[in-house]
């Protein structure tokens, strides 16, 4: 029997990417995930994506959540929280352990676990240590799931300042003085540690950056200008982690590049100059987030230091192994030289910041932005590449 004049099925429109926004987390930088994860869910593609957001509270339950960008914003000063959109004080969200399953299953006590789907991508919107540090990177890839950003190795290497520091100096990255203080040394003999920092300031003189060695957003960072305040910097950094790190002041203009991946590699955006703040001694969270400092984009620089910075932002990106997407931050010396202070695997991501700032002027606007890391994501596979 003929099926040519039969009615034809509908075919039906192939499913789009799902993209889990996962943000929050259990560091210090919780709040700032959260604003910078409503700031990607008010940008991406419905359109093109479907799109699950999911908080990671500051005890590490993994919750669903609102997908209200509105609400996460910073109000009065306030940080809002994953606790404040989570639809439940007691459900959580679990991620598949096979990497031939990618749906991803909701429970609560006392109710039958509910299928939310497959997902095909996570957009990991999370900052600082256990999420921005290879963890969550680690447990994706167990799970098979593609993800924004770099692998296990390169994300471990831009949350510690110190190895971070190690690799460029291996790879011929000028990197300014720096000292590393470990807990054991404390434990062992604090008088001989806090010692270790006192000669490193005879060598380099005052004043200097005691920071945590495995935080960002400018946390638990304090210029010390001289012996006295030394003792309280030491127990601020340690409260964000228990090894630090103390880094000589640098005279010259604080410059940063922006790195993300297009289809036929990394490329650089203009820079950026953060200038002196008045308000503030440094470039810390409150003048970064509070009170919206603005840095100038591109920077003024001449043509010959826009091209060298731009190259060494890449290269610092290809030294770390880096994928997805980078922030590299530098000194300009007063003698003309580049130095480069860190990298950030995951930088700030709200419309106002500068990693978006810079390729907003470079020609790649917000949406795109967006719309690039996740297409790099799912180019790739998980595992070894």
Same mark, same amino acid.
């Given at each position: ?20 926004? %996962? ?94 789907? =497959? ?28 993800? !924004?950003?770099?692998? !296990? ?33 404390? =434990? ?84 950026? =100059? ?22 100038? !984009? ?40 580049? %130095? ?46």
């Amino acid at each position: 029997m003929s099926t040519e004049n039969l009615p034809q099925s509908p075919e039906q429109p192939p499913r789009k990417p799902r993209v889990a926004v %996962v943000f929050g987390g259990r560091s210090s930088e919780h709040g700032i995930s959260v604003v910078t994860a409503g700031a990607v869910l008010s940008a991406i593609d419905r359109t093109k994506y479907d799109v699950l957001p999911i908080g990671i509270t500051q005890d590490g339950r993994w919750a669903l959540t609102a997908d209200a960008p509105e609400r996460m914003a910073i109000i009065d000063r306030q940080q809002p929280s994953v606790e404040q959109l989570a639809e439940s004080s007691e459900g959580g969200v679990v991620l598949p352990v096979d990497p031939a399953n990618r749906e991803v299953v909701y429970s609560e006590p006392g109710s039958v676990p509910k299928a939310l789907g =497959e997902v095909d991508v996570v957009f990991p919107m999370l900052h600082g240590p256990y999420g921005e540090d290879g963890t969550l990177q680690g447990l994706l890839e167990l799970s098979g799931v593609p993800y !924004v950003g770099s692998g !296990v190795l390169a994300s471990a290497v831009g949350q510690d300042k110190e190895y971070m520091k190690r690799v460029f100096t291996s790879f011929g990255l000028k990197v300014g003085p720096y000292v590393v203080i470990r807990p054991r040394e404390w =434990e062992l003999d604090p008088s001989a540690a806090r010692k270790k920092i006192i000669d490193f300031a005879g060598d380099h003189g005052w004043p200097l950056f005691v920071k945590p060695a495995r935080a960002g957003s400018s946390f638990g960072i304090t210029k010390v200008d001289e012996l006295s305040g030394l003792d309280e910097a030491i127990e601020e950094a340690q409260r964000h982690d228990p090894k630090i790190i103390v880094e000589a002041a640098l005279r010259g203009r604080e410059i940063e590049c922006g790195v993300l991946e297009f289809e036929d590699g990394p490329r650089a955006s203009v820079p950026a =100059e953060i200038p002196p703040v008045q308000s503030h001694s440094f470039y810390d969270f409150e003048a970064k987030y509070i009170d919206s400092a603005s840095g100038i !984009v591109p920077a003024p620089l001449t043509e010959e230091q826009t091209a060298e910075v731009r190259r060494l932002a890449v290269e610092a990106f290809d030294a770390a192994s880096c994928e997805g997407l980078v922030r590299a931050d530098f000194f300009l010396t007063e003698d003309g030289e580049f %130095v480069i202070n860190e990298i950030n695997t995951m930088p700030g991501f709200t419309p106002i910041s500068m990693y978006p700032r810079m390729w907003q002027e470079t020609g790649v606007s917000y949406p795109e932005l967006v719309d690039r890391l996740v297409q790099a994501a799912l180019r790739r596979s998980t595992g070894l590449r």
